[in-house]
């Protein structure tokens, strides 16, 4: 039975459209040419990397395709945003701003810069929905602030960040902006040449592209240091031989985003809908983590009272176990960030929306995508219900609260 | 059957894990993250007992899954185990771990998760017998004597026993490697470890000193050596870094080989003398379980194992509730606050319960009185 897979902010399968387009750059007798070189086959591989620049540009809404440089990861390109900025910008002064939800690329490199670099970091409250207020960012702004940075979307539960409003605070300032784009690229709009937005970064792996690949936006006339030294590839900012393959596959994905963005959208956010209301309906004590409408389609965040959200991901993986019948398939979903699984450290996000920790323990992330289907719906409305009854009927927390209720 | 297998990552586990596999039960590997470990450069941070039981999970085709206990593992292992250390003791973390982890919050989650039995690595059997109609289990020393692990499982009840499955009991280790062999698993020539598994490089002492740093006790400090006269010979680091029965490391030169006979830890005093003076003809045993859920009425005839390695030794049990009165036919050295004591029938427990006082041959005339232990 094939698994039904609900996991798609943590990573996505990729596409065979992307697949093909990476193929003849990894095939034995393939593009394998090192786009330095002077001769054909490197030559080949250059105009390679750069029609994918271009469709990385279209996907983003970047006039200039000069202003995408490739990375390895969407967290290289985090960190080649906050760390590169900084360092570039010290004599401008020692401060950032960034939001307490963000992902741990922006979060941990904001606490290196601290911790070793003397740099001092503000880090924004978010309302119960997770979303950061233009006001705090006004009162936070100093003459000494070098960088802002929030994510368009959060990974988490989805919540999309009001970035023009900020970005606009951050321009008139005159102060950097930096959104981590990585959620949110590939499933909404993004028009960066309109935004008052100066760096972007995405990730391939999030949008049916390979892992291993990520880039940065870049504004033309924005300055940042370098994280890899060596030689002068993506014009001296990101020195290491071209991942070509990897890039290849980025583009390809980024330009199916931009062709079936409009249909995908739509199809995915109703089936994401049926999900989330169908499992509230069928469930007592579920709540939504997240904002209710500005949100990504595709996902998810819900509290299951009295249920723990490590056994809850572990009894749907083997929902088959679970519920001793074979011919169910496993759901895969995760407790917030794949990133910071297996450590069971509280969700940081739902922290800072004010979930009390006893919630936070039972959170589980649904994030949908492509290749789900309404079958997919169906079953997994029939099999949550039951895994969640059964989890509850062991769990002393849920006897306390059915006395509670009575 | 349903069954949800702890793996360690060593070879006794991957074993029990094939075996039930292969008898075609639904078999599930979990391994406990118990520690909130550092990671990072210049750090070790070795997952490679995790890396193991998943190696060993994906050659048996079947899922594996790290279960994080490491906040009940500190709350109930970890610091009873400094405190316990400090207060003087000798605590065993194996039992402790048994008792609150692995067979309770491990067993719940299991069950949970559909699990009809956990199952794990353990050299021990399960007795089942019926008695006055109903189904009684107790625990069976394993067949491979040297490897018997019904010590550290003591607490077990009814309610855990009848969820439990030691698939290797019956198995010598040498069998257990043929079998790893015969399944190709990764683990088969895996050297075992004997080491408390969260003492880094074995040195407890070390591990005592950087967890119980800053509390309010004397035993991490410099304190006198006394004879059993009551005569000051020498100076020791601290009772919490010695055990009764202990031999070296005393510093001591007084002509003859001195014996640690017990620890005072209210005045952070070591006392020493001939191994024969440090043996106890009897116990006081706390938190006291009966494998069959009932307290035997009157005294009971038995043997008594009171650490790991230990012969078990002919001895009276008497219940007095919670607490158990053991007196041993011949007088037992290294009776240590903080081991078990496990009552045996033959080769089946029948209960046990852990250590909480035995004044040593040599220091019975004089702590009848003011200088109590």
């Not at chain 1, 079936?260 to 089936?271: A, G, I, L």
């Not at chain 2, 297998?5 to 599930?28: F, N």
């Not at chain 2, 970890?78 to 000798?90: A, K, M, Q």
């Amino acid at each position: 039975m094939k698994p039904i897979y609900f996991d798609n902010n943590a990573t996505t399968p990729v596409r065979a459209e992307v697949f093909e387009a990476m193929a003849p750059f990894l095939a034995p007798d393939g593009g394998f040419g090192n786009p330095s070189s002077l001769h054909t086959l490197g030559q080949q591989a250059h105009a390679a990397m750069e029609s994918s620049r271009e469709k990385v540009a279209a996907l983003l809404g970047v006039a200039d395709p000069g202003e995408i440089v490739f990375t390895s990861c969407g967290t290289e390109a985090d960190n080649m945003a906050v760390i590169g900025a900084a360092f570039a910008h010290r004599e401008k002064g020692r401060h950032l701003i960034t939001s307490a939800v963000e992902h741990h690329a922006v979060l941990h490199a904001c606490d290196y810069l601290e911790k070793e670099h003397g740099f001092q970091v503000t880090y924004l409250p978010v309302d119960r929905f997770g979303r950061v207020s233009p006001n705090d960012l006004r009162g936070a702004l100093r003459p000494d602030t070098l960088l802002v940075s929030i994510m368009a979307a959060n990974n988490e539960m989805g919540t999309i960040e009001p970035i023009q409003e900020l970005g606009a605070i951050c321009r008139s300032a005159g102060v950097l902006f930096h959104t981590d784009a990585v959620q949110s690229a590939g499933k909404v709009p993004l028009k960066l040449k309109d935004c008052p937005v100066d760096l972007a970064a995405i990730s391939g792996h999030k949008l049916y592209g390979p892992k291993g690949i990520g880039a940065l936006y870049i504004r033309r006339g924005v300055q940042l240091h370098a994280l890899l030294h060596g030689g002068a590839h993506e014009k001296n900012r990101r020195a290491g031989t071209e991942n070509v393959p990897g890039a290849v596959g980025l583009g390809a994905a980024c330009a199916v985003a931009l062709k079936e963005m409009s249909t995908d959208e739509p199809r995915v956010r109703k089936m994401r809908d049926r999900l989330e209301t169908g499992l509230m309906e069928r469930i007592p004590f579920v709540f939504l983590n997240g904002h209710p409408t500005e949100r990504l389609g595709n996902t998810t965040n819900l509290t299951f009272d009295a249920v723990e959200g490590e056994s809850l991901v572990l009894a749907l993986d083997q929902a088959g176990f679970t519920l001793k019948n074979d011919a169910l398939p496993g759901l895969e979903v995760s407790t917030g960030s794949a990133c910071a699984s297996g450590l069971l450290e509280p969700s940081h996000v739902l922290k800072a929306i004010g979930v009390p920790m006893e919630r936070i323990h039972g959170s589980v992330r649904f994030s949908l995508g492509h290749f789900n289907t309404e079958a997919d719906i169906d079953t997994a409305l029939d099999i949550i219900p039951k895994v969640v009854d059964r989890l509850r009927s062991l769990s002393p927390i849920w006897e306390d609260r059915q006395k509670e209720k009575v | 059957m349903n069954v949800l297998v702890a793996m360690s990552g060593g070879v006794d586990s991957s074993v029990a894990a094939a075996l039930l596999k292969e008898q075609g039960h639904r078999v599930l590997g979990a391994t406990l993250k118990l520690l909130r470990q550092e990671t990072g450069f210049g750090c070790c941070g070795s997952t490679r007992d995790i890396d193991d039981a998943r190696a060993v999970c994906s050659t048996l085709g079947m899922p594996h899954y790290v279960l994080d206990f490491a906040d009940d593992f500190q709350k109930n292992i970890l610091d009873p185990f400094v405190n316990s250390y400090l207060s003087g003791e000798t605590p065993n973390p194996c039992i402790a771990c048994n008792r609150f982890i692995k067979f309770d919050a491990l067993l719940k989650k299991a069950i949970a998760l559909g699990a009809d039995a956990v199952a794990t690595g353990h050299y021990a059997q399960i007795d089942v017998r019926e008695e006055n109609g109903k189904t009684v289990r107790r625990l069976r020393r394993a067949v491979d004597l040297n490897k018997d692990q019904t010590y550290v499982l003591y607490h077990l009840g009814q309610a855990e026993l009848s969820q439990l499955l030691f698939p290797i009991g019956g198995m010598t280790k040498p069998e257990v490697r043929d079998a790893a062999r015969r399944f190709n698993l990764k683990t088969a020539e895996k050297d075992e470890s004997m080491e408390i598994c969260f003492v880094p490089n074995a040195d407890t002492a070390g591990f005592i000193k950087s967890r119980g740093e800053g509390q309010p006790v004397p035993s991490l400090s410099i304190g006198p050596i006394k004879d059993l006269t009551g005569k000051r010979i020498g100076e020791h680091r601290g009772v919490a870094y010695y055990t009764r029965g202990q031999r070296s490391g005393l510093g001591l030169s007084i002509g003859r080989p001195a014996y640690v006979v017990d620890i005072d830890p209210a005045t952070n005093t070591l006392f020493v003398g001939e191994d024969e003076e440090g043996a106890s003809g009897e116990a006081e045993v706390r938190e006291v379980v009966w494998s069959t859920g009932n307290p035997p009425q009157g005294p009971v005839r038995c043997s008594v194992q009171i650490r790991s390695r230990h012969a078990a030794a002919l001895a009276v049990v008497t219940s007095t509730g919670t607490l158990a009165h053991v007196r041993f036919d011949i007088p037992q050295r290294a009776v240590a606050p903080g081991q078990s004591a496990v009552f045996y029938d033959g080769d089946l427990v029948i209960g046990g319960g852990i250590l909480l006082r035995s004044v040593p041959v040599g220091r019975q005339e004089r702590t009848n009185g003011n200088d109590s232990v």
